[in-house]
């Protein structure tokens, strides 16, 4: 997928999808930058494991919805590495996919829709802010957004969760727009239900077993599934590819 020697930034990557992430990029040659909020023992962690195996690997501290931390951490990408070529805008606001405590419609406040939006979206605005001049100066780059495929088929309806998610589509397809110009790519990866990560645990095995009946595959999509999916999209073989949204969910939705 000739993504050796690439230089990417994976935020949210200590745990769960952005940890194996980080794994599967570092096993196809790229160096790697496992950004995290709090748990550093955990990046670390990520970081030792790749590094195992023969891998490339840092974890760098940086809280995504503050722009100075954001702007810290890219200057210290390129004063150490020299490029930022791929980022993944895995981090988000803690959420818990459980329909037995999630708000209604009638129930939720709009502080809980600002608190998803400043993770999805300010979050992957202030890390492309901060990488947009570097890949504009180099006239390649890739910046794939997690979205989820709530927005097309919200099964369970996580209003706050699935508001900010679809915002953050309009953001990458504005952003594929504009900068294609500049050899800027800018997808959206759209995973269904993904078990196991934290934010699934509490989802109730009866959800779970309902989903994958209606899922032509029949099963959860797994954190693997999602890593692959972001790496062909960062890869040489998307390079024709921009501003879609490609769902990774067993065909629960179809478009």
Not at 17 to 25: K, N, Q, S
Not at 71 to 97: C, K, P, R
Not at 103 to 129: L, M, P
Request: glycine content about 8%; hydrophobic content about 40%; proline content about 3%.
């Amino acid at each position: 997928m000739n993504l050796r020697d690439k230089i990417v930034l994976i935020t949210g990557a200590s745990r769960g999808i952005g940890a194996e992430m980080a794994r599967r990029f570092a096993a196809e040659g790229s160096f790697v930058v496992v950004n995290y909020l709090k748990n550093q023992a955990l990046a670390e962690s990520v970081v030792n494991e790749i590094e195992s195996l023969g891998g490339q690997a840092a974890a760098i501290q940086a809280d995504v919805t503050n722009r100075n931390q954001v702007n810290e951490m890219m200057e210290q990408i390129i004063d150490s590495l020299g490029a930022i070529d791929v980022v993944v805008n895995n981090a988000l606001s803690h959420y818990t996919f459980n329909p037995k405590t999630r708000k209604t419609a009638w129930e939720i406040d709009w502080e809980d829709y600002n608190q998803q939006w400043k993770g999805s979206v300010q979050g992957a605005f202030n890390i492309c802010k901060a990488a947009m001049p570097h890949m504009k100066n180099q006239m390649s780059g890739r910046i794939i957004n997690m979205v989820s495929n709530l927005i097309d088929f919200p099964i369970v309806p996580y209003h706050d969760y699935t508001t900010a998610k679809m915002a953050l589509l309009g953001f990458t397809r504005n952003l594929a727009q504009e900068l294609g110009t500049f050899g800027i790519n800018v997808n959206a990866v759209s995973p269904g239900l993904t078990y196991p990560t934290d934010s699934s645990q509490e989802t109730k095995e009866e959800v779970r077993d309902a989903i994958m009946q209606l899922t032509p595959l029949r099963r959860l999509a797994r954190p693997e599934d999602i890593a692959g999916s972001v790496l062909f999209l960062a890869s040489d073989l998307s390079s024709f590819i921009t501003g879609q949204c490609l769902n990774v969910d067993g065909g629960l939705v179809m478009k």
